[in-house]
């Protein structure tokens, strides 16, 4: 059994149109705005025309499917269906579209399954307010505190931005689905990186995602005219990241593993002028593995290296943890179910980790989970020419569909 690889592709063209802009090419569906809410809309009205069973939930979350979930553990599929602004046509629209897909080739080969088989177009995955408002939701670690509190960017708060669509931000907490309502839960997705492509294998089978923690760091030294303080008189807050910068690599080589991401990606300089000496440095660190004691490892590592460039520049170093996301792990088991159909597919297929975060890390907290990646050209997502190959899209929606099948019978 095949999927149609054709209707697939006209089905993500179409959703590509929702929020598409011209000038610059790329999707604008960022969470719970009018083109996210019409996607969703889009989604539901086709699933309710080729005879689904479909809903909303209260995270906006968007559901259709085969079965009865209340009676049997429903194989679960799925992504995301928000875009970051300026996205491509693939990131979270592939593996919502490609579950679709596996549920028009169950019914119209009319395959009879134990387990119901349902997908699902998460809400707020791609971080506007902060966090994966829908598949938190779903695995029930949203709390009251953060919902009320939660705000995008430029200050709109998220019980604003659903209230607009007539969306009650307590509704959220009704989402979460038991684990007793679960069998498993498959994502396909593109990898956002440059691995797969680059090696030329067609599958990628996710045995995790990577953790992260991000911190804010302030070294704060003394701002001087830039003719008259000498050299060695200096606080100078610039040369103390510059410094750091330089001890990443070691810390690596030390405390981290192939896996390791160090990544100083936000820079300021106050007063930030050509002709003062930076009294203050505020940057962001952003730390990634695959194992949370080598996190901490990595944590500890850069806090010592800080600690030592502050005291040799006269600087005083403060450092804020905005987050700490633990690494998961995703299941053994279905991580061999995509290696074995891909196999049997005679496509090339590899085990990695993803360094990105996606809907699987939570669905993982309340069932096995397995994460399937497919070829990104270059490596590129997040930006309007993020592009695969409708033959590694065919592929990938085919091994989902056998990924299913093997996890409902
Ligand atoms: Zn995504």
Redesign the pocket.
């Given at each position: 059994m095949n999927i149609n690889a054709e209707r697939l592709k006209s089905t993500l063209r179409e959703l590509s149109q929702i929020g598409y802009n011209e000038s610059d090419h790329g999707v604008y569906r960022w969470g719970f705005t009018d083109a996210d809410m019409e996607a969703r809309r889009w989604f539901l009205n086709l699933a309710e025309q080729e005879g689904f069973k479909c809903h909303m939930d209260g995270a906006g979350n968007v559901f259709a499917g085969i079965g009865d979930y209340h009676e049997t553990p429903a194989v679960l599929t799925g992504?995301?269906l928000d875009t970051v602004p300026a996205g491509g046509m693939f990131?979270?629209a592939l593996g919502v579209l490609a579950g679709f897909e596996v549920l028009r080739t169950l019914k119209e080969n009319d395959v009879k399954l134990k387990h119901p088989v349902w997908v699902v177009g998460t809400a707020e995955?791609e971080g506007r307010f902060g966090g994966m408002m829908g598949s938190q939701a779903l695995a029930g670690v949203v709390n009251m505190d953060w919902l009320m509190s939660a705000h995008d960017a430029d200050g709109v708060y998220l019980k604003d931005a659903m209230a607009k669509h007539n969306l009650d931000v307590m509704d959220v907490l009704d989402a979460a689905w038991p684990p007793s309502r679960l069998k498993a839960f498959y994502e396909l997705?593109i990898e956002q990186g440059p691995v797969l492509f680059n090696e030329e294998v067609s599958i990628g089978a996710v045995e995790g995602i990577s953790g992260v923690f991000k911190w804010i760091v302030h070294l704060k030294g003394k701002a001087d005219h830039a003719g008259t303080a000498p050299m060695n008189m200096r606080s100078d807050a610039f040369m103390g990241l510059a410094d750091f910068a330089h001890e990443i690599e070691r810390i690596i080589a030390e405390d981290g593993t192939d896996k390791t991401r160090i990544t100083v990606g936000k820079v300021e300089l106050k007063p930030g002028s050509p002709h003062t000496v930076p009294g203050e440095a505020i940057f962001t660190i952003v730390g990634r593995d695959m194992s949370n004691e080598v996190m901490t490892d990595l944590a500890d590592a850069c806090r010592k290296a800080l600690s030592a460039i502050a005291r040799k520049h006269r600087l005083m170093f403060e450092y804020e943890q905005v987050s700490w996301l633990k690494p998961q792990s995703c299941s053994d088991k279905l991580t061999q179910i995509i290696e074995k159909s891909a196999k049997a597919r005679n496509l090339s297929c590899i085990r990695m980790p993803s360094g990105a975060g996606?809907d699987t890390q939570f669905f993982s907290e309340i069932t096995q989970a397995g994460l399937i990646f497919i070829p990104s050209v270059n490596g590129v997502s997040h930006a309007p020419d993020e592009w695969s190959h409708w033959h590694d899209v065919e592929a990938g929606a085919n091994i989902l569909l056998d990924c299913i099948l093997n996890s409902a019978e």
């Open positions: 992504s995301h990131d979270g995955e997705h996606h």
